[in-house]
């Protein structure tokens, strides 16, 4: 049965690559939220999100860890069967979890599970210019990655906490090249996390590949948030990118639509979301 060509023709086809890649082009900006599991999957998908990422901040915002580092793949690929389950359209990201891809063998092995366990239609892997070998290896199985630079909570430990990555004139020009350097491994999709504005659109500029950002600016072609702190669900001192959707929303999925309109209208981020 040709589930796809049958689904393709309908009222909301599956997002692929080959719509992020349009949407880029046109300039219609992507909305992307995390996800954990079924429920909140059917909501994201009902609010029109493009994205879906079971993102390992499921380590902080489920299992109430300090840091993602806790999150085992087992755990991954559990919740992403979860929101497999639940979604339609949404194209399915799952991230690769610490010390999930130290070689490109257990990166291959581990990304496979995220595939065929868990659903998932990409894998996402926090990198900087040492992870390329890996992108090109997977991109090289045809597996669709996409490469997380800027804040990279996996590796808090080594650098010394979350801040914001890339203030620095050479930080800044090396992110560049790496995200270039990233893209010519194979990388489908770039997430830049918590960096200067400025930065976010020099990236967004300086590659053909879309570029998903979360306190990365306006200028990148599409936003990320955790789930969590878009329905206020989150307690505690939240990151100045974070706003609260349910503020004057009712409800969950309203809060949703809210985001996904926000993003798409470019009201989402605001100046004071921005670094
Ligand atoms: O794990 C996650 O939720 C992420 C987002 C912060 C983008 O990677």
Redesign the pocket.
């Known amino acids: 049965m040709y589930t796809h060509l049958q689904l393709r023709d309908s009222a909301r086809p599956p997002v692929t690559l080959s719509t992020l890649a349009n949407m880029k082009a046109t300039g219609e900006k992507i909305a992307c939220l ?1 996800c954990y599991d079924a429920s909140f999957a059917a909501l994201v998908d009902e609010a029109d999100t493009d994205i879906a ?1 079971v ?3 499921l380590g902080m915002v489920i299992q109430g860890h300090d840091t ?1 580092v806790p999150v085992t793949m087992d755990q991954m690929v559990y919740h992403c069967k979860a929101v497999a389950r639940g979604l339609s359209r949404p194209f399915l990201m799952a ?1 690769l979890p610490f010390m999930s891809y130290p070689s490109k063998d257990i990166a291959l092995t581990n990304s496979v599970r995220l595939m065929q366990e868990g659903g998932a239609k990409m894998v ?1 892997l926090e990198s900087g210019a040492g992870q390329a070998a890996i992108v090109e290896f997977l991109s090289s199985h045809d597996i669709a990655v996409c490469a ?1 630079l800027g804040l990279r ?1 996996q590796s808090v430990h080594k650098t010394g906490g979350f801040r914001v990555q890339g203030r620095e004139e050479e930080a800044a020009a090396r992110m560049i090249r790496d995200a270039k350097d990233l893209e010519s491994a194979g990388a489908d999709l770039l ?1 830049l ?1 918590c960096v200067p504005t400025a930065l976010g659109k020099a990236i967004t500029e300086a590659v053909r590949v879309p570029v998903i950002g ?1 306190g990365a600016g306006p200028h990148v072609d599409g936003q ?1 948030l ?1 789930l969590y702190d878009v329905l206020d669900i989150t307690t505690g001192r939240k990151p100045r990118f974070v706003r609260n959707f349910m503020e004057g929303a009712g409800n969950n999925l309203q809060a949703l639509k809210n985001y996904v309109q926000a993003v798409k209208k470019g009201e989402y981020p605001a100046p004071e979301h921005n670094f």
Request: glycine share 6%; hydrophobic share 35%; no cysteine.
């Open positions: 995390t990422l993102g390992d901040s993602t991230d996402k997380h909570p997430l996390e979360i990320v955790v």
